[in-house]
């Protein structure tokens, strides 16, 4: 049961429970708090959210409990967004306005109407705020407020306390331009829709005089007014379809504007000449619906795009304007863009990483939800690394930074993003080629209809050849595919995972068996070291010491189990063997680490221990171990009842493989161990050559080649960049569960893009005959075409419905 208005408490005895759903959040409980809105109890799992409730209902915003569709966001730790109220931060990102300055921010957590409504009331509500304009599609708060009497960061807490995280916009100029396209579209709807109904009110008089009663001047003067209040939907709305069949003609190649546009134009100036010589039938009304409901299609599908591209703009655009940089014992506040590769960062409790980097000294709690949607923060240790954008959720995290500005993780992954919609996905391509064919073949048999009627009945050859031109205009076969294309891409990024291949979805769809890289990806990527063997006298720190200084810059995750290197000697001329181990000289003297018959060619057996050599003799044995992910059960599990027969392709040794198949229950059927990259792609081709369709999860710079060569390709976030860029789907979090769900949304994608085909082709069959034969007018033609493209539009929108809880 949700609170409702009025007054609320809050009692703070927290009681262990196992299995109670937070009544803001939604999330289950560990510890229950309770709290009374208008004298019935409920339970929160936090503080947080118990607070939140309360202020709700005190403040008599209970209606957002009965309105939302979703549960609201998990309320943290209020933040503290001072370095928000800077002269250099206000500049950089907000501008001057009437009476203040206004400020664009992509709000985390504001998942439907009822999130925005509570985020307007609750900012209007603070003093000094002048305009506030929340869009629950696109994640976007437009905050216009005068900063003389409140401070930005005062209101940006408020909307905190709420659960709701700003970010900063990745563009600025960018979404300014998508805000002034949009006021476009928005305004051609205005006109359109206003025009419409004057058209279809004076329409409508014209229809109702079945008996030919209407005097001719009246008859007129209905049609003349009509002619007046369409022209403005014709000509300033439909303005962008006119635009594009001109651009068509003179490419000479005719495509769906031309329909469109010619459809308008022979409508209105049909009906004009009509007016003209007083004829029987006027298509006023045909022409000013085409245009009304194609721009609503137009505006849905765009919305589509806009909400996939909202969050990626505010994770790319997440990280601070200013960073804290500890020098010499000393913290200075300094522009984040003035950061540079080795600097020490300090981040406070509630504040966000500026840069990519690895954690040094303490432990700290870092939430990671704006990257991934995982609401759970995430503790990380000493040479763990940390991602630009997440937030410290406890504890004060120092950091080195590895990449800043354009070169972080994020920034690189939203550039391959961006990149990869630029491209054309496949079905999309064969989509649009169906449609030119549609669009001469339309052409053709309107001429004919044309010519047909005109010696049958020549005053129904204009009528029909009009409902022709629009009825089978394929503009809902156009959108069939970038709609649910865009949508499916925006759930998945919901879910921390990003689609890098125009084709990853449609691929993903066909996929029957799953194979998954060991250390980094099924387990944590954070060895630890469990033992030492000295073989030749040596002391076990000196051993640690020079393994350390062989790992420095190598890209694999078995480097961090042998910690900091020791300052005072490096390694030179160091070479990495993908699947073997790695050499470089020390003090002169030739190192190898890695596999025993890397560092010890005389071996006739490997053990599965890291083996040191120098000169060819072997100094020491290391045992290094990995644990897997928190979900790695869980998920392979899942993806074996799904029938892909989930299997490991590792380089690590057999018996280390074993335990973590045995762990996960991978059967030793499905689990290989010591392949090199070659090896990998050799089991790969196999499995592909038995008629089987694979998508390989790896992060590793050895696993590169395979996937490049599987089917489809998964690379997590915290792995090489060389995996990531060979990837198509990318795994923002630590989590794999997020890798079934995209699965599955890839699949029921395919099924709404089928739909979505299918009703477009029947629907331009069934009318096509109907048109032609005149049983259909130009007016009903129009609206069915119009509806159709809407209707293919939000069938897009079912996409991730009924697979919110469907994660291992």
């Not at 939140?52 to 998990?74: H, K, L, Q, V």
């Not at 305004?187 to 008996?211: K, N, P």
């Not at 995209?742 to 299918?758: E, K, P, S, W, Y």
Request: net charge neutral.
């Amino acid at each position: 049961m949700a609170p409702a208005d009025g007054q609320a408490t809050v009692r703070r005895d927290a009681v262990a429970a196992s299995a109670t759903a937070c009544a803001h959040c939604g999330e289950t409980a560990t510890h229950v708090v309770h709290g009374t809105v208008d004298g019935v109890e409920h339970a929160y799992c936090c503080q947080g959210c118990a607070g939140a409730a309360a202020w709700i209902a005190s403040e008599g915003f209970g209606d957002y409990y009965r309105w939302r569709s979703a549960p609201g966001p998990r309320v943290e730790a209020a933040d503290d967004y001072g370095d928000w109220d800077r002269a250099e931060m206000l500049e950089a990102h907000s501008e001057a306005a009437d009476g203040g300055r206004v400020i664009r921010l992509a709000l985390g957590g504001m998942h439907c109407a009822a999130c925005a409504w509570l985020v307007d009331k609750a900012l209007r509500q603070a003093p000094g705020v002048l305009d506030v304009r929340a869009n629950a599609v696109d994640g976007r708060l437009h905050l216009r407020w005068d900063p003389s009497r409140t401070p930005l960061s005062a209101l940006l807490q408020r909307v905190g306390r709420l659960g709701y995280r700003p970010a900063l916009l990745a563009s600025p100029a960018r979404d300014a331009e998508q805000r002034r396209e949009r006021r476009r579209q928005l305004i051609a709807l205005g006109i359109a829709g206003l025009g419409t109904l004057q058209a279809m009110m004076f329409s409508e008089a014209l229809y109702l005089d079945t008996a030919n009663q209407m005097p001719e001047a009246t008859r007129d003067a209905f049609r003349w007014v009509t002619a007046a209040v369409s022209a403005p939907v014709v000509f300033i709305a439909g303005a962008p379809f006119l635009r594009g069949m001109w651009s068509e003609w003179r490419m000479r190649l005719p495509g769906m504007d031309t329909l469109i546009g010619g459809g308008i134009l022979l409508a209105w100036t049909g009906s004009l000449f009509e007016t003209f010589r007083g004829g029987p039938q006027v298509w006023f009304d045909a022409a000013v619906m085409f245009v009304l409901f194609l721009l609503a299609a137009r505006f849905l599908e765009a919305r589509l795009r806009d909400a996939n591209t909202a969050r990626l703009d505010a994770i790319a655009g997440a990280q601070p304007a200013m960073a804290w940089r500890l020098q010499d014992d000393r913290l200075e506040a300094v522009p984040a863009r003035e950061l540079a590769i080795g600097d020490l960062v300090q981040v406070g409790t509630g504040h966000a990483l500026p840069c990519d980097g690895t954690v040094v000294g303490d432990d700290a709690w870092v939430d990671e939800a704006l990257l991934t949607g995982e609401s759970t923060p995430l503790r990380r240790r000493h040479g763990d690394a940390v991602l630009a954008g997440s937030h410290v959720h406890a504890g004060t995290l120092r950091m080195r930074a590895t990449a800043v500005g354009a070169a972080t993780a994020m920034s690189q992954v939203a550039r391959q993003v961006a990149q990869a919609r630029e491209q054309r996905p496949a079905m999309a391509g064969w989509a649009e080629a169906i449609a030119r064919r549609v669009v001469a073949a339309t052409l053709v048999l309107s001429a004919m209809v044309a010519v047909a009627w005109w010696l049958v009945e020549p005053s129904n050859a204009f009528p029909a050849t009009l409902a022709v031109l629009v009825a089978t205009c394929p503009c809902a076969l156009a959108l069939a595919v970038p709609a649910a294309i865009a949508r499916a891409q925006s759930r998945l990024l919901a879910r921390g995972v990003l689609a890098l291949g125009p084709d990853a979805l449609p691929r993903l769809a066909s996929i029957d068996r799953v194979a998954f890289d060991k250390t980094g990806t099924l387990t944590r990527g954070e060895p630890q070291l469990l033992e030492i063997q000295s073989l030749a006298g040596r002391d076990a720190e000196t051993l640690r010491g020079i393994a350390a200084h062989l790992e420095v810059g190598v890209a694999h995750p078995l480097a961090k189990a042998f910690g900091a290197a020791p300052e005072g000697r490096s390694a030179d001329a160091v070479v990495l063997h993908p699947g073997e181990g790695v050499e470089g000289r020390i003090d002169g003297a030739l190192w190898r680490l890695g596999r025993r018959c890397f560092v010890d060619p005389a071996a006739a057996a490997d053990d599965g221990g890291l083996w040191l050599s120098r000169e060819g003799v072997l100094e020491a044995r290391f045992d290094v171990d990995d644990a897997p992910r928190d979900d790695a059960a869980a998920t392979v599990a899942a993806l074996a009842r799904d029938g892909m027969a989930p299997r490991i392709l590792s380089g690590d040794a057999g018996a280390r493989v074993a335990a973590l198949g045995e762990r996960l229950g991978i059967g030793a059927a499905h689990r290989q161990s010591r392949l090199s990259p070659e090896g990998k792609l050799a089991a790969l081709r196999l499995l592909q050559s038995e008629g089987h369709r694979v998508l390989m999860v790896g992060d590793g710079v050895n696993d590169a080649a395979v996937l490049a060569a599987a089917d489809v390709s998964a690379a997590m976030a915290s792995g090489a960049s060389l995996a990531q860029r060979q990837a198509d789907l990318v795994l923002l979090g630590s989590r794999l569960a997020p890798l079934r769900y995209a699965m599955r949304l890839a699949g029921q994608t395919q099924a709404i893009v089928r739909q979505n085909i299918v009703w477009a082709v029947a629907y331009n069959a069934l009318m096509l005959p109907l048109a032609a034969l005149g049983i259909v007018g130009p007016g009903l033609a129009a609206l069915g075409m119009a509806l159709s493209s809407l209707a293919v539009t939000a069938n897009a929108w079912r996409i991730g419905r009924g697979l919110e809880g469907d994660t291992p």
